[in-house]
T-cell receptor, first 114, second 112 residues
């Protein structure tokens, strides 16, 4: 099983809303990632969690707040977003977070900020 | 900075034709990964390469990790309509962290 699941599949929110994106994997992976992808562009790394601790924050604005409640779950809390934050948000996981590992991606959440 | 150049940017081919795309870098890579992404979906891993010179096949797909460790190619043989999508190369630079660097993608269109 190499499945990473993400909910919701689509999300529309206003600039004053608070919402959360969820990601789950049951492969026993200990590294999880959030990426942002704009149309016709490659994914851009936002955060990396390794063993439930934040190991990389790619200078992401504080209106995005990641959380890793346990080794299978990864959340991304959204607050006071801007229209330019509209994008496909992808979650990924890998076994340990080592440089030579393969990352498996979820289907993404399509976010629209109005 | 470290950059990954992927070409071509787009391809329009007839069903049954073979396809080739490649990625090059000015820096040495430890890992090369090839993903395919359909519209509105997440990237799906096609082939992973870990050693210089490694040649790996997955059905009609073949990919190679260049000997210099600065390039990789992906070939698709006998293309079919469902091969349509965007293909991304991705990899990790030598001495890099768990951060994956992506190419800009090759958009493939297959005409029946």
């Amino acid at each position: 099983d190499t499945e990473v699941t993400q909910t919701p599949k689509h999300l529309v929110m206003g600039m004053t809303n608070k919402k959360s994106l969820k990601c789950e994997q049951h492969m026993g992976h200990r590294a999880m990632y959030w990426y942002k992808q704009k149309a016709k562009k490659p994914p851009e790394l936002m955060f990396v969690y390794s063993y439930e601790k934040l190991s990389i924050n790619e200078s992401v604005p504080s209106r995005f707040s990641p959380e890793c409640p346990n080794s299978s779950l990864l959340n991304l809390h959204l607050h006071a977003l801007q229209p330019e934050d509209s994008a496909l948000y992808l979650c990924a996981s890998s076994r340990y977070g080592a440089p030579d590992e393969t990352q498996y991606f979820g289907p993404g959440t399509r976010l629209l900020v109005l | 900075g470290q950059q990954l150049n992927q070409s071509p940017q787009s391809m329009f081919i007839q069903e049954g034709e073979d396809v080739s795309m490649n990625c090059t870098s000015s820096s040495i890579f430890n890992t090369w990964l090839w993903y395919k992404q359909d519209p509105g979906e997440g990237p799906v891993l096609l082939i992973a390469l870990y050693k210089a010179g490694e040649l790996t096949s997955n059905g009609r797909l073949t990919a190679q990790f260049g000997i210099t460790r600065k390039d990789s190619f992906l070939n698709i043989s006998a293309s079919i309509p469902s091969d349509v999508g965007i293909y991304f190369c991705a990899g990790r630079f030598q001495g890099g962290s768990e951060k994956l660097v992506f190419g800009k993608g090759t958009k493939l269109t297959v005409n029946p």
